[in-house]
């Protein structure tokens, strides 16, 4: 009961709410790691990053052999700019759950958001390969690779291994010059209210970027504000 209204209130951002839910969950179950992982998503989104650290930490020396407590701590640290720490944590991470196509994905922009380009390209081209169908892999290879100076020639045929009709489908096809920003947008619109807030800050980045790319420098720097 206590999960499941923490959870509610975290939907509806009252994250003060979830945050004493979830104190409460691991007040009576202390051993409870997934009650720590929770309050420390609930804390970073509240902007508490210090005590989302706190929990962050508490659940790497419960279970200092898994990659839950580096993947958590991770977030963390991407938030506090400490990238160093976020990209240790990754590799920490990936060394309990190698094949973990999201934390892989997260180590690639992480080294891309730091200009770290190449190292990102070497991160992403495997996996791009190895998760075919995946569209943030397809999607941030090719961010990766432009911004490394590369030309990303293979992307169509890439993308034609992707599942469009599903999130975040119309962004790759932006990218690849099947539709226009504005529709990419407003595709935001028909995504379950659960998904929305999720999808809105992808078309964001990723129209943003393109639009940065594509000399529209005042649409992209305000999406991506």
Same mark, same amino acid.
């Given at each position: 009961?206590?999960?499941?209204?923490?959870?509610?209130?975290?939907?509806?951002?009252?994250?003060?709410?979830?945050?004493?839910?979830?104190?409460?969950?691991?007040?009576?179950?202390?051993?409870?790691?997934?009650?720590? +992982?929770?309050?420390?998503? &609930? @804390? #970073?989104?509240? *902007?508490?990053?210090? !005590?989302? $650290?706190?929990?962050?930490?508490?659940? =790497?020396?419960?279970?200092?052999?898994?990659?839950?407590?580096?993947?958590?701590?991770?977030?963390?640290?991407?938030?506090?700019?400490?990238?160093?720490?976020?990209?240790?944590?990754?590799?920490?991470?990936?060394?309990?759950?190698?094949?973990?196509?999201?934390?892989?994905?997260?180590?690639?922009?992480?080294?891309?958001?730091?200009?770290?380009?190449?190292?990102?390209?070497?991160?992403?081209?495997?996996?791009?390969?190895?998760?075919?169908?995946?569209?943030?892999?397809? +999607?941030?290879?090719?961010? &990766? @690779? #432009?911004?490394? *100076?590369?030309?990303? !020639?293979? $992307?169509?045929?890439?993308?034609?291994? =992707?599942?469009?009709?599903?999130?975040?489908?119309?962004?790759?096809?932006?990218?690849?010059?099947?539709?226009?920003?504005?529709?990419?947008?407003?595709?935001?619109?028909?995504?379950?209210?659960?998904?929305?807030?999720?999808?809105?800050?992808?078309?964001?980045?990723?129209?943003?970027?393109?639009?940065?790319?594509?000399?529209?420098?005042?649409?992209?720097?305000?999406?991506?504000?």
């Amino acid at each position: 009961m206590l999960f499941r209204s923490g959870s509610l209130d975290e939907i509806q951002k009252q994250y003060a709410a979830a945050i004493a839910q979830y104190g409460a969950l691991v007040a009576a179950q202390p051993m409870y790691v997934t009650g720590y +992982l929770l309050r420390s998503r &609930a @804390r #970073i989104l509240s *902007g508490d990053t210090a !005590a989302a $650290l706190d929990d962050a930490n508490r659940i =790497v020396a419960m279970a200092p052999h898994a990659a839950l407590g580096y993947a958590t701590r991770e977030l963390v640290y991407e938030v506090q700019g400490d990238f160093d720490h976020a990209l240790s944590d990754i590799d920490q991470a990936l060394a309990y759950r190698h094949d973990d196509i999201g934390l892989t994905i997260r180590k690639g922009a992480v080294r891309w958001s730091t200009g770290r380009f190449g190292g990102a390209v070497d991160t992403l081209e495997p996996l791009a390969k190895a998760a075919a169908g995946n569209a943030y892999a397809v +999607l941030w290879l090719d961010l &990766a @690779r #432009i911004a490394h *100076g590369e030309a990303d !020639a293979d $992307l169509p045929q890439r993308a034609a291994k =992707v599942d469009r009709t599903k999130w975040p489908g119309v962004l790759l096809s932006l990218y690849i010059g099947e539709t226009k920003p504005a529709q990419a947008l407003a595709a935001v619109a028909a995504a379950p209210q659960g998904e929305r807030d999720r999808d809105a800050c992808d078309a964001d980045f990723y129209v943003g970027e393109w639009q940065l790319r594509h000399s529209a420098r005042d649409d992209g720097e305000r999406l991506l504000r």
